[in-house]
């Protein structure tokens, strides 16, 4: 499949260890949150949302912290595997869901 | 889900191209936007029931239409070269909440 991202910022982590993908996103008046996994070749695929009145939210093995002091959003992965390969994207949303994408990263499972 | 078609597509500058797209079922609101290799995904409209809901940085010769069978398209006039990207379909039902969009797998569209 094409790669979705040529230059992208990359994180590479041994498998079985946990990940921490970050975001910084621009609108302070943002207020609903979106991580989302793309695959060579895919579309984005959903993993988790926060809304702003959070600053936290867990999924299976995925974790999401939002502090909007600093306009900051994380991802943390658990136990990454080798099928977590891929770029995630963070996007930010105000009310009428139209989601600004971030530039993205990389996330390179080592064996 | 949302299934979007063609996958692949080449056209040449100065043609114009219909992509089109499937919503998921009962969802009332689908989006499109356009990813050039490298970057993330950059909102060209969204439409909710039918009519234009909000509308990214692109100029008029992108236009799209929504239809009541859940199916909708992007019609791209006098294609340049720089419109050579995916083209992503997401859709959604307005007020659901914490589920957001759901994407198709996109339409690779090269101009050349």
């Known amino acids: 499949g094409e790669s979705v991202g040529l230059h992208l910022p990359t994180l590479s982590v041994q498998e079985g260890d946990n990940s921490i993908i970050n975001c910084a996103y621009s609108n302070s008046a943002s207020d609903y949150f979106i991580w989302y996994k793309q695959e060579s070749g895919k579309g984005p695929q959903f993993i988790i949302d926060?809304?702003?009145?959070?600053d936290k939210r867990q999924g299976q093995r995925v974790t999401v912290l939002l502090n909007k002091t600093v306009k900051h959003l994380s991802l943390q992965i658990a136990a990454t595997q080798p099928g977590d390969s891929a770029v995630y994207f963070c996007a930010e949303a105000t009310g009428t869901y139209k989601y600004i994408f971030g530039t993205g990263t990389r996330l390179k499972v080592l064996a | 889900g949302v299934t979007q078609s063609p996958t692949h597509l080449i056209k040449t500058r100065g043609q114009q191209v219909t992509l089109r797209c499937s919503s998921q079922?009962?969802?009332?609101?689908v989006s499109w936007y356009q990813q050039a290799l490298g970057q993330g995904p950059q909102f060209i409209f969204q439409?909710?029931?039918?009519?234009?809901?909000g509308r990214g940085n692109f100029p008029p010769r992108f236009s799209g239409l929504q239809f009541p069978n859940d199916s909708s398209e992007l019609n791209v006039n006098a294609l340049e070269l720089d419109d050579s990207a995916l083209y992503l379909c997401?859709?959604?039902?307005?007020?659901?909440?914490?589920?957001?969009?759901?994407f198709g797998s996109g339409t690779r569209l090269t101009v050349v």
């Open positions: 997401a859709s959604s039902s307005l007020g659901q909440g914490s589920y957001g969009y759901t």
């Open positions: 079922s009962g969802h009332n609101t």
């Open positions: 439409y909710y029931r039918e009519e234009e809901n």
């Open positions: 926060i809304r702003s009145n959070m």
